[in-house]
């Protein structure tokens, strides 16, 4: 009898063996299918990972747009340079008076003065009164 005894304790493991199988086994799957679910829920239609996708790729779709970016600029005007050194003042480049670079810096949003080392500062002084007198913006370098 103790055959049978040691044969039925065999069988008995066989069969918690295969019961534990079959459990781990169903919770794998159903792991797998929640996750499965999680992701299609989440990441759309497919995993991006298969197939050429819709069009020729050639940028001419059927979409209202015209295919290129367009690039604005919102750059504000610029301001008038405006350089006094020793040998006078220069407006973007150009040699000018007093007079002519207060009118040429009326019309732009402000003036960019810069003062050289070797400029004289009667020059720069009356410069300054005669930009503030007309209302311009300086913005200004020594």
């Known amino acids: 009898m103790s055959t049978d005894k040691k044969l039925a304790s065999e069988v008995a493991k066989?069969?918690?063996?295969?019961?534990?199988?079959?459990?781990?086994?169903?919770?794998?799957?159903?792991?797998?299918?929640?996750?499965?679910?999680?992701?299609?829920?989440?990441?759309g239609k497919g995993f991006g990972i298969g197939g050429k996708g819709k069009g020729d790729g050639d940028g001419k779709g059927k979409g209202p747009g015209s295919g290129t970016i367009a690039v604005t600029v919102d750059a504000a005007p610029a301001r008038c340079a405006v350089r006094v050194h020793a040998k006078g003042i220069t407006v973007d480049g150009k040699d000018a008076t007093r007079d002519q670079a207060v009118t040429a810096c009326k019309a732009a949003p402000g003036a960019d003065v810069v003062i050289t080392g070797d400029a004289r500062q009667g020059d720069w002084e009356a410069l300054k009164t005669a930009l503030e007198q007309a209302g311009v913006t300086i913005y200004s370098r020594e």
């Open 14 to 43: 066989q069969l918690d063996r295969r019961h534990m199988r079959r459990k781990i086994l169903v919770l794998g799957a159903l792991t797998g299918a929640i996750v499965f679910a999680v992701t299609h829920l989440t990441c």
